[in-house]
């Protein structure tokens, strides 16, 4: 585990050190990966100024819990933005409210239960990236969340499966389709849906999927196209993660 923090910019209390080791078994390139866990009393308590991170009026106003999320996502970001470009970077905000990426990079960031995390690459390197992090949904729940989150080949494939594959198959589908509209919705700017792509290739043992798109999205992201899927366990949670290739 490569464990590193801006020495300028120390971690607020409640959170635990950095960890920066990428988690997917294949590497991308000029990519970076930062998470922690965190206590949601503690951080919620902190001036997020001190740390270069501002918060909206909206945010300042909101739970305890949003606001250390928040926060927490924001020193994920921070750390994996300096290990990609050796500065440290004040991560904006765009009016709509996702993360304004600085020029020449893409990213995203999760947070889930107390876990945050972000992943940015050089924009020469891919298009949009989109990460996801997802405690395991119980069998029984994963049942009931189906014909919400899979389309109908997906929901044949899940009947096949026992009650642990089961829970890690609609995980697993949950969080890619979560990663692929963060991967896409900057490049497309358009919102789209979990029955708008499916889940066509799943290997948990090597941590590999593919997804594919059910809806035409723009020219470039048309019915069809698949995109490749990558699955990690930390801790408690599956972490997912989409990279869209540049154009040709």
Known sequence: MTVSSPPSLPLPPGCQPLDCEWPWRQALASAHFAAMRFDTALLAETDPSVYRIDLSERLLSSADKRRAEYVAGRLCARQALHDLTHEAVALGQTAAGPPAWPAGTVGSITHSRGLAAAAVASQTSVAGLGIDAEARIPAARAHRLAPQ???????????????????????????LKESLFKALFPLVQRRFYFHDACLVAWDPDHGSAAIELLTTLSSHWPAGRRLAGHIAALDDHLVTLIAAPRPA
């Open 149 to 175: 989150i899979l389309v109908e080949s997906e929901r044949e494939w899940l009947a096949t499966l026992d009650s642990g594959a089961a829970s890690e198959f609609v995980t697993t589908a949950f969080s």
